[in-house]
């Protein structure tokens, strides 16, 4: 769970480390009823391995590529004293690429390139209200996209000749969360809430293309609906220990 902004001043940090290059600003807004953070980091070696990579497309070796990034957002905005909004966001993607020519009597013949990447997208948005003293709920929405993609591509240029094929893979869900925290005594809290969620999983999506030719295979779209209620007991034993007794129950319709 990523924290709340500064609510106070602005602050900006920008730590860079061997391999990674990361940013945060945070602060207020709205007259301190609000509060903004905003992160990323990137991964430092992947401007060189681009520059290597360019410098070398004069040769036939082998010339990998790797790198990735991540964002983080993140707002807080207090509606009255007992109820708050939460928005936060994530968006994250690593790749892996390799490129290779071919060369006769000193000419480039061909060209071709392979890689595979993979990432992950996540909005949210959090309603939080204290109905008691010591009564809480939590309402949340939220919607998430895993995705994985595969691409080559290859380029003849003596004989004419070039092809290519992308390969997609995705997962797409949109849920919903209600809860309610409940502390009943100094050593017993009381936890439970219902549960509700969309999948829309994408197997495999294929293009291909070749000698000015383009084919595509979608391997169909399959959804899964699920309900559920959930019930929780956390008791504590002494200051080191709790006890967590509870149980789920759901259904799923595909």
Not at 112 to 123: E, L, R
Not at 125 to 134: A, C, D, F, K
Not at 243 to 249: K, P, S, T
Request: aromatic content about 14%; some cysteine; hydrophobic content about 35%.
């Amino acid at each position: 769970t990523m924290r709340d902004g500064n609510r106070r001043e602005h602050r900006q940090s920008r730590p860079i480390g061997t391999l990674t290059a990361a940013g945060m600003a945070e602060g207020p807004f709205l007259k301190n009823r609000g509060a903004y953070i905003v992160s990323g980091r990137y991964f430092v070696p992947a401007l060189f391995l681009r520059a290597w990579s360019a410098a070398k497309s004069g040769s036939d070796d082998m010339r990998p590529y790797f790198g990735f990034y991540a964002l983080t957002a993140k707002l807080t905005y207090d509606l009255d004293p007992k109820n708050s909004l939460y928005a936060s966001f994530y968006m994250g993607h690593d790749n892996l690429d390799f490129r290779l020519n071919d060369f006769e009597d000193s000419k480039k013949i061909s060209k071709s390139k392979a890689g595979f990447g993979w990432g992950n997208t996540i909005f949210s948005l959090r309603w939080s209200s204290v109905l008691r003293h010591n009564m809480f709920l939590s309402a949340t929405a939220y919607c998430s996209m895993l995705r994985n993609e595969k691409h080559s591509s290859y380029e003849n240029t003596k004989d004419s000749y070039g092809s290519s094929a992308d390969i997609y893979s995705r997962l797409t869900e949109f849920g919903a969360k209600v809860s309610v925290d409940h502390h009943l005594a100094g050593f017993w809290k009381l936890n439970y809430g219902v549960v509700s969620s969309l999948q829309n999983f994408t197997p495999q999506k294929i293009e291909y293309s070749s000698k000015g030719l383009t084919h595509r295979n979608n391997y169909g779209k399959m959804s899964l609906v699920s309900y559920g209620a959930f019930l929780n007991n956390r008791i504590s034993l002494g200051s080191h220990f709790s006890l967590d007794l509870g149980g789920r129950a759901m259904l799923y319709d595909n």
